[in-house]
């Protein structure tokens, strides 16, 4: 799991031992800030610029399936322009976020706009809704807070759903918080078993044992 990686990278990085990620920027320090403010402009005007190309295509193909739905191509093969302006409305939507999400950090970090950012991911949540709207399966199979078949306690797409690591950059933004704080992953339980045996069955009995004596 990534945020479980980042939650032990960063009390890594707290405590000065080495880590296979690299350290997060303090968004309380001036000088870490500054160091990224940079970065993250450019970041948030390239992938804002690649959206919008995107979101050009798209329209451009919606357009042409309204009125050519299948055509041929220079190839001479056929074009289902309807299949494609709907790949390329998924791709645009996908990369908005992507945007919104850079726009996001970056008012969190060089700005220290906590207000800002809550308007950029209430954008994004739009488009996250639109997207449900076309999944295959029924949303809440695979993106609510439910125990499913994985080592998690929620749907693979309910952090996705609720733009969970936003909020929760918000309020690390907004309070000098560790970088445990509000991490919904259980390491003991993702980490299933050392020798066949569950680190998390050891420390229950443990514990049961503890409290029995």
């Not at 949303?139 to 936003?166: F, M, N």
């Not at 909020?167 to 078993?193: K, T």
């Not at 050891?202 to 409290?211: E, G, N, P, V, W």
Request: charged share 20%; proline share 3%.
């Amino acid at each position: 799991s990534s945020d479980l990686v980042a939650t032990w990278a960063e009390l890594g990085c707290l405590h000065g031992a080495k880590s296979t990620q690299p350290c997060r920027p303090s968004m309380h320090t001036k000088a870490t800030r500054a160091a990224v403010a940079t970065l993250l402009t450019q970041t948030a005007s390239s992938f804002s610029a690649a959206a919008a190309k995107l979101q050009g295509v798209a329209s451009s193909l919606a357009t042409m399936s309204a009125t050519t739905p299948v055509a041929y191509a220079s190839t001479g093969k056929l074009f289902d322009a309807r299949a494609a302006a709907a790949v390329a409305a998924e791709l645009a939507d996908a990369a908005s976020v992507t945007a919104l999400r850079a726009q996001h950090v970056h008012a969190l970090y060089a700005q220290q706009n906590i207000q800002a950012a809550a308007q950029f991911r209430a954008e994004a949540s739009k488009l996250v809704e639109r997207r449900e709207a076309l999944y295959s399966v029924d949303p809440d199979r695979i993106a609510s807070w439910r125990k499913g078949v994985t080592a998690y306690d929620y749907g693979y797409l309910w952090t996705a759903r609720t733009l969970y690591y936003w909020v929760r950059d918000e309020f690390r933004a907004a309070h000098h918080a560790s970088p445990c704080y509000l991490n919904i992953i259980d390491p003991l339980i993702v980490l299933d078993d050392i020798g066949g045996v569950r680190v998390y069955d050891i420390l229950r009995c443990a514990t049961f044992s503890t409290d029995r004596s």
